[in-house]
């Protein structure tokens, strides 16, 4: 089960050589191991996270996870479903860090504006001019509100369709549930997000037509 | 079709995920509401930001990075690896020394005991002697 990794990754290696390799020491394997799954890892910890920068820290707190407990790792799911957890696992941790880091972070604004505008950057090589940069800003900051707004469970299986492409039979799989409460997972969650994006649209409306000029 | 129900399924409706006939049901309320088509809109445009954001450009230096934190902490419990090692050793000279020192101790103990006894004995000999030389009967006659 590898398909939000096969589909934008250079499959360097099959699963079973890269777990052989390192198990065995291999000082290639390491390389292997990232250059392989860094994309994925990426992918599922942005859908959690506001900044690419947020989720790139997360990415080496994963692999670093899955090089020291590699010993751990009884082979009964594939080896994506392995690091999908993880990497779940480590992007909510994450969250629950940074709530508590939320008052300092208050403080940095200035370099949170930077980690901001870089992630858009990133994300955006078309270099829209700033206008249209603030605007894909500002919903990315909606969404990533009303998806963080969502009860734990909700948050992670809508990540996993929307950012990973991950199919149902997979999600539940990573998330130890059957495909009927995955499926009723996403219902309730888009449900959710549905609600708390018509009061974003509902505040969004109501502001453009309180600024706009009386005529 | 009303405008809340509309509303409900709209993100299953814009990810295709409905079942066929809520689908139509949708899409034919949404071609008659200018609202629930602008709020369509709006949550397409809002949802697509993910399509965006699912692209991030690889860290080509995380391999090394990662290699790099890995030797670092290798490093750091090798050199901690001898102290299990050595705690039997620690252990053993520790019982060691006490013995020797707790021997020693007891020793002078001992010696200082003896010299006490020595002085005390000394002494009360002297207090007899002193008796003996100066009986009580004649001091009192001495009064
Ligand atoms: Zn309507």
Redesign the pocket.
């Known amino acids: 089960m590898s398909k939000g990794a096969n589909s934008t990754t250079p499959v360097l290696m099959n699963e079973p050589e890269v777990l052989k390799l390192l198990l065995a020491g291999d000082p290639a394997a390491v390389r292997s191991l990232v250059d392989q799954y860094q994309p994925m890892v990426l992918r599922t910890a942005r859908g959690f996270v506001r900044n690419t920068e947020d989720a790139r820290d997360i990415a080496q707190e994963v692999f670093i996870d899955i090089l020291t407990n590699l010993h751990r790792f009884k082979g009964q799911a594939s080896l994506s479903t392995w690091i999908y957890r993880i990497t779940v696992n480590r992007s909510l941790n994450y969250l629950r860090n940074s709530k508590r880091r939320q008052s300092r972070l208050f403080y940095s604004e200035d370099q949170n504006e930077g980690r901001r505008s870089e992630a858009v950057n990133i994300s955006d090589p078309d270099q829209k001019n700033p206008a249209e940069l603030l605007e894909q800003q500002e919903r990315s900051e909606t969404l990533h509100t009303a998806i963080l707004s969502l009860p734990g469970k909700q948050q992670v299986a809508f990540n996993l369709v929307e950012y990973d492409d991950l199919s149902y039979k997979e999600i539940a799989e990573i998330m130890h549930l059957t495909i009927s409460s995955v499926e009723s997972l996403l219902f309730r969650a888009r449900k959710n997000l549905q609600k708390k994006l018509w009061v974003c649209y509902k505040a969004s409306t109501s502001r453009e037509n309180g600024t706009k000029p009386k005529s | 079709m009303?405008?809340k129900n509309?509303?409900t399924d709209l993100v299953g409706f814009i990810r295709g995920t409905l079942p066929k006939g809520l689908e139509v049901q949708i899409r034919e309320?949404?071609n008659g509401?200018e609202?629930?088509r602008s709020f369509a809109d709006y949550l397409r445009t809002t949802l697509n930001v993910i399509h965006q954001e699912k692209v991030i450009p690889a860290d080509p230096f995380l391999a090394t990075r990662i290699e790099g934190i890995l030797s670092k902490s290798g490093a750091a419990s090798r050199r901690l690896s001898f102290l299990p090692k050595l705690i039997p050793a620690l252990t053993f000279s520790i019982f060691i020394l006490a013995g020797i020192a707790g021997g020693i101790g007891l020793g002078h103990a001992l010696m200082q005991a003896n010299e006490n006894q020595n002085i005390a004995s000394q002494q009360m000999s002297f207090l007899v002697d002193d008796l003996k030389q100066e009986p009580i009967e004649s001091f009192l006659m001495g009064l």
């Open positions: 009303n405008c509309c509303r309320h949404l509401c609202e629930c």
